[in-house]
């Protein structure tokens, strides 16, 4: 299982500059920026979101650059939905319009500066219930920290592709670091999934949220994609690195429509 997670729209530069096998054609040189998009829907009743910024100079490791003025539009099977541009987070367009369902396909499109930027993505089907429980104290070992862990406890339906990707917040502080959030494929774990032990070591009261997502197949490609890219050595026996193969047409990034379910513990003292 490998691990990822990092602002996309930071990470750009970083994977153009790395790229010698090209699925994204990324230009460095700052007079031809790329635009970059990345977006969510869930089947949660809360804030969708969609990013837009474009590639940033590399070689000055300045900001990327966000887009204001953009419009972005969803559309499920029976409306389109205008999202708004969060004045506090420029670039950053928001709706809460409605909530998405799960195997309803959701049509991206982001105009900037007269040129449209699609994508499409198919929520998958409602996630499964999942169980975390909490591990007696661990007093450490040369392998693992001190602390207690959380397992999970789920099923994962036989007989069709199911795609994941976790999430955790410590203490109200999203784990957003490049070794943070963990991407799966069915392909490699078992249909009882008994006792996965989450990567972080907690402290008795710590507060943790537990988000698993079913993710589509092409955000999966693409989060797997850019984790071997990250944590690629360039040794003489790695692959040479390629950009993720985002769904966003014209441009670069990911637009996923996901099925989550949540969780929140807080940790207990005991032996």
Known sequence: MK???YNLLALLSIISMASCT?????????GNPQVVIEGEVS??????????SRTGNYIGREETPKISGATVTITDNNQ??????????????????FVGVPGTTYFLKVVVEGKEYTSQSTMP??????ELRQTAYFAG??????????????????????????????????????????VASDEWIQEQIEGFQAPYTFQAEDRVKFSMLAVPKETYDFYDALVTLLFNDGGMFSPPPANPPGNIDGGIGIFSAVSIKTKEVVIVEKN
């Open 22 to 30: 090209k699925v994204i054609d990324v230009d460095l040189n700052e």
């Open 125 to 130: 089907s409602e996630l499964l219930d999942f």
């Open 3 to 5: 691990n990822i997670v």
């Open 80 to 97: 389109t939905y205008t999202l708004i541009e969060n004045p506090n987070q420029p670039g950053t367009y928001e709706t809460s319009a």
């Open 43 to 52: 089947d949660q009743p809360e804030t969708y979101w969609v990013r837009v």
């Open 141 to 182: 070992d040369a392998t693992k920290d001190p602390g207690y862990y959380l397992q999970l406890f789920t099923t994962d339906p036989p007989n069709e592709d199911n795609y994941y990707q976790w999430r955790f917040t410590i203490n109200d502080t999203l784990k957003n670091k490049p070794d943070d959030i963990a």
